[in-house]
Nanobody
Framework: QVQFVESGGGLVQPGGSLTLSCAASGDYVAIGWFRQAPGKEREGVSCISSDGSRDYDASVKGRFTISRDNAKNTVYLQMNSLKPEDTAIYYC?????????????WGQGTQVTVSS
């Protein structure tokens, strides 16, 4: 079983930045984030494997950067140039990378709101 400690969500104006962090215990290969906005389906955001391979959804590529500290079992998501459509609950999750990111476990989520 994996335990998650997520932090960093909040309210930010369009064009602003936020950094999410997540410490995840246990054994896993890849860790990352997906999000869900009210009334919408879950959407993968980004993930990173233990060898440093990264995957980004097209909607965030060039604006978001994922990084990982293996010694601390922590993943970071630097989010720049935020848009109102980035508003969602962001969930930290662990799993593997194939043709995209695939998750087995996830945390309770942290709210990100982009609004003026």
């Amino acid at each position: 079983q994996v335990q998650f400690v997520e932090s960093g969500g909040g309210l930010v104006q369009p064009g602003g930045s936020l950094t999410l962090s997540c410490a995840a215990s246990g054994d896993y290969v890849a860790i990352g984030w997906f999000r869900q906005a009210p009334g919408k389906e879950r959407e993968g955001v980004s993930c990173i494997s233990s060898d440093g391979s990264r995957d980004y959804d097209a909607s965030v590529k060039g604006r978001f950067t994922i990084s990982r500290d293996n010694a601390k079992n922590t993943v970071y998501l630097q989010m720049n140039s935020l848009k109102p459509e980035d508003t969602a609950i962001y969930y930290c999750a662990v799993g593997w990378i194939g043709e995209g990111c695939f998750y087995d476990y996830w945390g309770q989520g942290t709210q990100v709101t982009v609004s003026s």
